[in-house]
């Protein structure tokens, strides 16, 4: 979408102009989760070809490997297994990988559900306002006064009781899409109301309601791009969250199944050998873990800085 | 003052009856009761007796009414898993969760305000920036995460403090206390900083962020203006202005810490509510999982009412119904 | 020896683009009872130089250069210590917007008493009982009812009373008042600038008055200084200054004030827009609007020169450029 045919410049476009970029080159923290991101980012995207095992290969899979320790710690290490293996002889690097693909994975899908659940809500209710508004709202503010991990936690049971087992531990990465994001939703609302209730205020929209322009048309391509700019700071620190609500779920043991295991789900395998010594096991995924989402925070907190020239 | 607490409570009304609708529906339609409850074996009269013991033969209306009813008395039904009843279940767990949500609120409290307020005054200080870098760390780091890491190094390695269980308790009538014991007190040790961290770097971050917000105000900058010191400046002026938020948001993350007590408690098999529902959910423990529900929801409306009472008592433009009459023109 | 000198004051704003100059050596006094009036558009400095004098410039920005003296003592430079005692005692300020500048949590009373406790040796009774005494100079009926009302209690305008009483209740021997009435209605503008006045008057303090509104400055000042890009292009007595403005700028300035004397056609006013702190023309920085520019306007910047009875920042009274611009 072009920016120039919007009517004023959107928050978006006014951040992308060099005083973003300027901010984002001297910006030493930014630069560095920048990169650490990317490195996890593409370890998890491309662990197919990167990974130096394929975990999920059995027949690869010998016991007589099980719990080998990192190469830098005790003789019995194997350098074709640099953070060791687990209680299955699987190697934990490649594990980690693919781990970090699928939480990565369900809290990107979790933000993009909330996000569109979130954004049509605010818009509507902010543009229309009125009965519908304040039913969307209640509704928004009643969830919030529930910890997202609790909604989560409770929509995942709730499913995992309706469908048979079977059926459930296939489709349970979309049954924790669905739960992380309906858990998160009402912030977006309300943020996206909060701005299109100012935005409706501005001429250019009554300009645009004079030339006839439909409600749906005016609130997508005139008043979205003006409030995209609060919304994507929420996005970024949301990410952040939404990938350890699935880890704890995943910990917890009602999230992913150990056939197709998240960071949060090596943690919790690691958890049970964490006294016998093998502590490799659970914590390099939790380093993993931790990497992750403080460098999204980290971006995200910059970003909320950069597009709030006021706090600087 | 009276008229205002009553107004709060006649809100929460249709909030609960919301939350008791759903869980009703969970109930009564998630993971079909009957069956879970007969077994294997039973006979169609067993059946038809049980579904009317349950009231399930009855209209939808009045088996919620029915259920709202029963909550009310604080019955919740029997659990599938363990045969018993639901509110027998909670009484047991609860003073377990209580006592580990305040010690964690508390301790977030006390370090986490004034943490933040040094770090709202000292912006560019090195310690303020160890504390922010700290503080980030304690946000992305998941609960689960530090609770083991706490493990690891002072149950695993150093030996110090046990890594599970809530140790010796004291009981008084319904109540059971680890306060009044050594063990009762090593033990709570490590799960409150566990359950705490996380709130106490957000109250952190989120007192420094308004405290930096009220200190450009044109009030502060007024009282600067009027030769005021910055001990008074600083306390006075801008951290009251600072409570205003803070005590909303604080309200609710307290109110979060029972949500989050659920990790904590199965991290350190600590034997509260939390780590209750967490086996319940495990096994679609349908009856529980619902009770959970109202009760957290109970606890929020009652912490709602506290926010409302506290922010009553700093801001004084919530109080003008007081004083109108006595001439605000 | 005036109470306050100010001195070739420069305040700098680094930013990434280069220093910023938002002052440039600004010099003028203030005399014991006097009242100053700063006049200029928005951005010119006006307010600046307040901030500057009291110590409060919002960082990044930054006294680069020059002095600032009360009583023959240098104050620019004083630590934050030293120079709390003299906010509010020696100097004291009245800000904008009444509705901010007041803290929202405390009493008006609370917030008089901290102040005169601040700097005086009261007794809470007798700091309480000055506040009344306060509050009914400034004109707040029923004062000692209304002592322990909160701010969002009073309207604007006796909000702006109250924060003049909080300026004055210290006994302060000069009183930075920014633009005090700008924020309020046109109805009240006038009652604030009268007590404004009375007050100075009654307790001999100093008074520099920053506004745009030059109606104002001709009610209520002696001396007026004009300013324009972060200097002072004139100064002198206000008579002087309104009816035989020297400045090609003041001249500007008057002549797009509407009079109740003359008729006139229509309104003059000035051409174009006064430049962005980064794009100050070389030589005067009036000198692309001005319509009696020269050569040297363009290639030197002038100094305070007298030019009749005020002293004006302007080539054309400079005795070697030949006088009147017949060389353009």
Redesign the interface.
């Known amino acids: 979408m072009s920016e120039a045919a919007s009517p004023r410049p959107g928050a978006l476009a006014r951040a992308w102009d060099s005083d973003f970029l300027y901010s984002f080159r001297h910006s030493p923290v930014a630069l560095i989760a920048a990169l650490v991101l990317l490195a996890v980012v593409a370890g998890a995207v491309f662990s197919h070809w990167l990974a130096p095992h394929d975990p999920f290969d059995l027949a690869s899979l010998s016991l007589l490997d099980s719990f080998k320790p990192p190469v830098f710690w005790g003789a019995d290490a194997d350098w074709a297994y640099p953070l060791g293996t687990d209680d299955q002889g699987r190697d934990l690097l490649s594990g980690i990988m693919y781990g970090t693909r699928i939480s990565l994975l369900v809290g990107v899908l979790a933000i993009g559900f909330a996000l569109t659940v979130g954004i049509t809500v605010g818009l509507v209710a902010g543009y229309m306002g009125g009965a519908v508004d304040s039913l969307l709202m209640r509704m928004a503010d009643v969830q919030l006064t529930f910890p997202a991990i609790l909604i989560a936690l409770l929509v995942d049971g709730v499913v995992r009781a309706v469908l048979p087992r079977a059926f459930h531990d296939k489709v349970e990465l979309y049954v924790l899409v669905f739960a992380i994001g309906i858990a998160r939703w009402p912030q977006f609302a309300r943020t996206v109301r909060g701005s299109t209730l100012v935005e409706r205020g501005r001429e250019y929209v009554m300009a645009a309601r004079v030339i006839g322009l439909t409600s749906s048309k005016i609130m997508v391509s005139h008043i979205l791009p003006n409030v995209l700019g609060p919304v994507l700071v929420i996005a970024t620190l949301n990410l952040g969250l939404a990938i350890l609500d699935e880890a704890t779920l995943s910990f917890l043991g009602v999230g992913l199944p150990p056939t197709q295991p998240s960071l949060g789900t090596l943690i919790r395998i690691g958890n049970d050998f964490l006294f016998s010594g093998e502590w490799w096991v659970t914590i390099f995924p939790g380093i993993t873990l931790a990497v992750l989402v403080l460098s999204i925070n980290l971006l995200g907190d910059w970003l909320r800085d950069a597009l709030n020239p006021r706090l600087r | 003052m009276f008229a205002f607490i009553i107004s709060r409570l006649l809100q929460a009304i249709p ?1 609960l009856l ?2 008791g609708f759903i869980s009703y529906a ?1 109930f009564a339609f ?2 079909d009761p009957v069956s879970i409850m007969l077994g294997q074996d039973f006979t169609e009269a067993q059946r038809v007796q049980l579904v009317h013991q349950l009231g399930l033969d009855q209209p939808f209306f009045v088996q919620y009414a029915h259920y709202m009813w029963a909550t009310l008395h604080g019955e919740f039904g029997i659990s599938y898993r363990l045969a018993r009843p639901v509110s027998d279940l909670i009484l047991e767990r609860l003073p377990a969760t209580i006592e580990l949500a305040l010690t964690a609120a508390v301790l977030a409290l006390l370090i986490g305000v004034p943490m933040g307020v040094y770090t709202g005054i000292r912006r560019n200080g090195v310690l303020a920036r160890a504390f922010m870098i700290f503080s ?2 304690g ?7 530090i609770g ?2 706490l ?2 190094v002072f149950a ?1 390695v150093l030996g110090w403090l046990p ?1 599970f269980g809530r140790g010796d308790v004291v009981h008084f009538s319904h109540w059971s206390t680890g306060f009044l014991t050594i063990s009762g007190l090593r033990s709570l040790v490590l799960p409150a900083i566990t359950l705490g961290m996380f709130q106490m770097t957000l109250i952190m971050r989120l007192v420094r962020s308004e405290m ?1 917000e009220v200190l450009r ?3 502060v ?10 001990r ?1 400046i600083n306390f ?2 801008a951290l ?2 600072t409570l ?1 938020p803070v005590i909303t948001i604080v309200g ?1 993350q307290i ?2 810490l ?3 007590s ?2 904590t408690e ?2 350190f098999q600590w034997p509260g509510m939390g780590l209750l ?2 086996q ?3 096994v ?1 423990d ?1 009856p529980v ?1 619902s009770a959970y ?1 109202m009760l ?2 109970l606890v ?1 409306v009652g912490i ?1 009412l506290i926010v409302d009472l506290l922010y009553y008592a ?4 919530l109080r ?1 119904d007081r ?1 109108a009459l ?4 | 020896m005036a109470l306050l000198e100010v001195d070739r004051l420069t305040v700098e704003f680094p930013t990434r683009r280069g220093i910023l100059r938002a002052l440039d050596a600004v010099s003028f006094d203030i005399e014991v009872g006097e009242v100053l009036g700063v006049v200029g558009e928005s951005g010119a400095g006006k307010s600046l130089t307040g901030a500057a004098i009291i110590g409060l410039l919002e960082p990044p920005g930054r006294i680069a250069g020059g002095q600032v003296r009360l009583d023959g003592m240098r104050i620019d430079n004083l630590s934050r210590d030293r120079m709390r005692p003299i906010r509010g005692r020696q100097i004291g300020a009245i800000f904008q917007d009444p509705l901010t500048t007041l803290n929202p949590l405390y009493a008006v009373g609370h917030q008089l008493v901290e102040t005169m406790q601040a700097h005086l040796r009261l007794s809470d009774r007798d700091a309480r009982e000055r506040a009344v005494r306060w509050l009914e100079e400034v004109g707040i009926p029923a004062a000692r009812q209304r002592i322990d009302a909160y701010p969002h209690e009073f309207s604007g305008g006796m909000r702006q009373r109250v924060v003049i009483a909080l300026a004055l209740c210290a006994e302060p021997r000069l009183v930075i008042a920014d633009e005090p009435t700008t924020a309020l209605d046109v109805s009240i503008q006038a009652q604030i600038i009268t007590l404004l006045k009375r007050l100075a008057k009654d307790h001999g303090t100093s008074v520099m008055l920053v506004t745009h509104d030059m109606g104002v400055i001709a009610e209520t000042a002696d001396r007026v200084a004009v300013m324009y890009a972060g200097r002072i292009c004139e100064i002198g007595p206000v008579r002087a200054v309104v009816k035989q403005p020297a400045h090609p700028y003041t001249e500007g300035l008057m002549g797009s004030i509407p009079s109740l004397e003359q008729r006139v056609e229509r309104l003059r006013q000035i051409d174009g827009a006064m430049p962005r702190l980064n794009a100050i023309p070389r030589g005067c920085a009036f000198n692309p609007r001005c319509p009696k520019v020269f050569g040297r306007c363009r290639a030197e910047r002038p100094e305070l020169l007298a030019a009749g009875d005020t002293r004006a920042a302007c080539w054309l009274y400079d005795a070697y450029s030949g006088g009147r611009a017949s060389d353009v």
């Not at chain 2, 946000?139 to 995460?145: A, D």
């Open positions: 909030v919301v939350v969970m998630v993971g980030l760390v946000v992305s780091l998941p609960t689960f995460l083991i890491l493990i690891l695993v890594s930096m105000s044109d009030y900058k007024f009282a600067r203006a009027r030769g005021l010191s910055e008074v006075g002026h009251k202005n205003v609710l109110g979060g029972l949500g989050f659920i990790v199965t991290v529902l967490v319940s959910i495990g679609a349908i999982m529900l957290i929801a929020f709602n700093v801001d004084p433009r003008v004083r006595t001439g605000a023109r």
